[in-house]
């Protein structure tokens, strides 16, 4: 049971990135998938999450800049990132709760299964 984070790099700010969410070992159809950042020496914020049925919650951060999509098909999940800032610098995690309509999304504890991470950079 795997998470596979990709996509992140270096961009210049005002750029845009798509960041993927691939799982293997197991189906995304009953999850409930989600995105945090993390900068060193700080926590683990939330950035986006969509559920098993395609309700969408962003951060009021990325909001309008920022846009979760999943394709069951494919077993994915994609973060697109436009209009990216400076202080969007940070790992991006991807994570997977089995989606039962109770969870808080942004709690990381309620998640079941994590990927390891993409590092993604806006600077000049």
């Known amino acids: 049971v795997q998470l596979q984070a990709s996509g992140g790099g270096l961009v210049q700010p005002g750029g845009s990135l798509r960041l993927s969410c691939a799982a293997s070992?197991?189906?995304?159809?009953?999850?409930?998938i989600a995105w945090f950042r993390q900068v060193p020496g700080k926590t683990r914020e939330g950035v986006s999450c969509?559920?098993?049925?395609?309700?969408?919650q962003y951060a009021d951060s990325v909001k309008g800049r920022s846009t979760i999509s999943r394709d069951n098909a494919k077993n994915t999940v994609y973060l697109q990132m436009n209009s990216l800032k400076p202080e969007d610098t940070a790992v991006y995690y991807c994570?997977?709760?089995?989606?039962?309509?109770?969870?808080?999304?942004?709690?990381?504890?309620?998640?079941?299964?994590w990927g390891q991470g993409t590092l993604v950079t806006v600077s000049s």
């Open positions: 969509i559920s098993r049925d395609g309700r969408i």
């Open positions: 070992g197991f189906t995304l159809d009953d999850y409930a």
């Open positions: 994570a997977a709760v089995q989606d039962n309509g109770s969870y808080d999304w942004r709690w990381i504890l309620e998640y079941d299964y």
